[in-house]
């Protein structure tokens, strides 16, 4: 089972549109459901830190999907960025 809310009827048709997709059309949506995720994390950092640059924003953004210590590595600016 993929999800809780969902019937297995339901389930397993959409696990069945998925094997019919071809290698780019499940390309273009793991591409697509990536994009919205970042908007939506971006979005959430955007409402904790209203006053933060576009740069910060995608400082903090990398702080979310590395962590703090790989992020002050990649990207020592991090470092001064408290806060969630």
Excluded: F, N
Excluded at 24 to 38: D, G, M, P, W, Y
């Amino acid at each position: 089972m993929l999800a809780s809310d969902t019937s297995i009827v339901a389930e397993r048709a959409q696990v069945e549109l998925w094997r019919r997709m071809s290698p780019i059309e499940k390309l273009r949506a793991v591409s697509e459901i990536s994009r919205a995720v970042q908007q939506l994390s971006l979005s959430g950092i955007r409402l904790r830190h209203p006053g933060a640059s576009d740069q910060e924003c995608m400082m903090r953004l990398a702080i979310l999907k590395l962590g703090r210590p790989l992020a002050a590595q990649v990207y020592p600016e991090t470092a001064r960025l408290s806060g969630r």
